[in-house]
């Protein structure tokens, strides 16, 4: 399991500053990612991110309201199609 960043997410950054595995990142000006996304493979599930999320924008992957479910596959994406794979 990991953690997923939904569309709630205004890019504060507060996520990013708290993740003790680096495991978030984004791409400035691109409207294709617009907010930021953690990597499945290295996040290590320790909801720092969450708490200090202030749009409460950050969930479980088995607990992302219905509304927001196309956000999973988005982030999964981010890392393995979008600009983001060459972090991986």
């Known amino acids: 399991m990991a953690h997923v960043i939904t569309s709630l997410c205004e890019r504060v950054g507060a996520c990013v500053?708290?993740?003790?595995?680096?495991?978030i990142h984004y791409v400035e000006g691109d409207s294709e990612w617009p907010h930021y996304y953690i990597?499945?493979?290295?996040?290590?599930?320790c909801a720092a991110c969450a708490a200090e999320c202030p749009?409460?924008?950050?969930?479980m992957d088995d607990e992302v309201p219905e509304e927001f479910l196309d956000d999973?596959?988005?982030?999964?994406?981010f890392f393995t199609k979008g600009p983001g794979?060459?972090?991986?």
Request: net charge negative; hydrophobic share 30%; glycine share 0%.
């Open 17 to 23: 500053e708290v993740c003790p595995t680096d495991s």
């Open 39 to 45: 990597n499945p493979e290295t996040c290590i599930d």
């Open 55 to 59: 749009n409460e924008a950050i969930f």
């Open 72 to 77: 999973i596959q988005k982030n999964a994406d």
């Open 85 to 88: 794979k060459d972090l991986v």
